[in-house]
């Protein structure tokens, strides 16, 4: 069973158009992080929300911590080629020393 | 500044045979961490050293798995023997480790090892 629940599992797009994937679950987290990855690379950090309700924005990448700190979504607007990649979500249970528990991803697509 | 390094990139053998993986972390990061990650999955532990100490090393196969961090830098990955269903990326990651445990901290990734057995 997957802790952490992504979705969707995979999005295809055109250039120019919005979307917004989701991350849930039901346990409670102290902390979540949104990691890209790009074919042949590792995931690199984009972002870590720790305040329920929280909102951070990235250039045209919003993300948002559920008020319960139980789910994240992350909304990109005007999506463009260079947004393709894996999204990860990883979020660190409360009282689990700190340790990430991940998503398997979201894999996006953006058509020129 | 140099970022995690892993070799090889690729590696191909026949099942039965040992494979041997290398990660060099940030210089100066005291956390180590070996993930497996199959194909459109989430990146899964295997095993986190905080210096050259293993902390987590409780989802690690150690009937075949093996690793070692001796001087608490550089960390080699083993598997013998090595099954088809071993076929998978091996990330290596590492994070500066110098939150006291207190926080989540950025894992800093490296390319991977991409693993082919058959």
């Known amino acids: ?4 629940e992504q979705s969707p599992q995979f999005l295809s797009i055109q250039e120019g ?21 790009e074919p042949g690379e590792g995931p690199v950090l984009l972002v870590t929300v720790v305040t329920g309700g929280e909102v951070k924005k990235l250039k045209r990448l919003t993300f948002q911590f559920g008020d319960a700190r139980k789910d994240s979504s992350l909304h990109i607007t005007a999506a463009q080629p260079g947004d393709t990649g894996l999204y990860l979500c990883a979020g660190d249970e409360v009282d689990s020393n700190y340790q990430l528990i991940w998503g398997a991803g979201t894999k996006l697509i953006i058509k020129p | 500044e140099a970022g995690v390094v892993q070799s090889p990139r690729y590696k191909i053998i026949e099942k039965k045979q040992p494979v041997a993986f290398w990660c060099n972390p940030i210089s100066g990061h005291n956390t180590l961490y070996w993930y497996l990650q199959n194909l459109g999955q989430g990146p899964e532990l295997l095993i986190r050293y905080e210096n050259e100490e293993a902390v987590d090393d409780s989802q690690l196969p150690k009937d075949r798995f093996s690793a070692e961090r001796l001087k608490g830098v550089d960390s080699t990955l ?8 071993d076929s998978a ?3 290596c ?7 006291g445990g207190h926080r989540v901290e950025t894992q800093y990734f490296g390319p991977g090892t991409r693993l082919l057995v058959l």
Do not use: D, H
């Open chain 2, 89 to 91: 990326v091996y990330l």
């Open chain 1, 17 to 37: 158009e919005n979307l917004t994937v989701y991350c849930n679950s039901s346990s409670v987290f102290s902390s979540l992080q949104w990691y890209r990855q």
């Open chain 2, 93 to 99: 990651a590492s994070s500066p480790g110098t939150s």
């Open chain 2, 78 to 85: 083993k598997i013998q023997p090595a099954e088809l269903g």
């Open chain 1, 1 to 4: 069973t997957q802790l952490l």
